[in-house]
T-cell receptor, first 114, second 113 residues
Framework: ETGVTQSPTHLIKTRGQQVTLRCSSQ?????VSWYQQALGQGPQFIFQ???????GRGNFPPRFSGLQFPNYSSELNVNALELDDSALYLC?????????????FGPGTRLTVL | GNSVTQMEGPVTLSEEAFLTINCTYT??????LFWYVQYPGEGLQLLLK?????DKGSNKGFEATYRKETTSFHLEKGSVQVSDSAVYFC????????????FGAGTRLAVHP
């Protein structure tokens, strides 16, 4: 069973640029959530996709957008990058939506905005 | 609003010492509660969970009991090892709706030989 994978591992961008981060969910999982973890803080929920539809969104501006594909892999897109977007971006997959279902996290993508 | 509060770190202990990391929560309804661990340079791993009041989650010598009356989910371990050095996050999901995790700020644990 393959776990959650993310790419790239590290990324450096400049302000105003756009970035796409990718996530492959664990085999059989149809739900993917994205989190932003700033240095020294807990992860903050960005949004969740369930069967290719956005199913919930945290307090992030519209320049944060996403997609989920038929194979349940997912992308996070961030436009007009700002310095404060520098963080570890974590993807988590789970089977269905139930709140007590375990979410399995990938290793994350470290984004640095200069 | 819904939130999780953890004791501030870092927590520094000697090997074989007793560990407690405090966690309290504010939530509507009946949340499920989790402890996640993050080792240096890695993503999050689920350590244990409890889905209803008075449940005890346990794994790898760690335990936490869901206390509805005190809205707490404190993490304990009787004898820590150097390999337990990591950042520990308390989190909750709300009943109903989607399983968005709400995390505390994390507590860094450093265990010395």
């Amino acid at each position: 069973e393959t776990g959650v994978t993310q790419s790239p591992t590290h990324l450096i961008k400049t302000r105003g640029q756009q970035v796409t981060l990718r996530c492959s969910s664990q085999s059989g999982h149809n739900t993917v959530s994205w989190y932003q973890q700033a240095l020294g803080q807990g992860p903050q929920f960005i949004f969740q996709y369930y069967r290719e539809e956005e199913n919930g969104r945290g307090n992030f501006p519209p320049r944060f957008s996403g997609l989920q594909f038929p194979n349940y892999s997912s992308e996070l897109n961030v436009n007009a990058l700002e310095l404060d977007d520098s963080a570890l971006y974590l993807c988590a997959s789970s089977l269905e939506l139930a709140g007590n279902n375990e979410q399995f996290f990938g290793p994350g993508t470290r984004l640095t905005v200069l | 609003g819904n939130s999780v509060t953890q004791m501030e770190g870092p927590v520094t202990l000697s090997e074989e010492a007793f560990l407690t990391i405090n966690c309290t929560y504010t939530a509507t309804g009946y949340p499920s509660l989790f402890w996640y661990v993050q080792y240096p340079g890695e993503g999050l791993q689920l350590l244990l969970k409890a889905t209803k009041a008075d449940d005890k989650g346990s794994n790898k010598g760690f335990e936490a009991t869901y206390r509805k009356e005190t809205t707490s989910f404190h993490l304990e371990k009787g004898s820590v090892q150097v390999s337990d050095s990591a950042v520990y996050f308390c989190a909750l999901t709300l009943s109903g709706g989607y399983n968005k995790l709400i995390f505390g700020a994390g507590t860094r644990l450093a265990v010395h030989p």
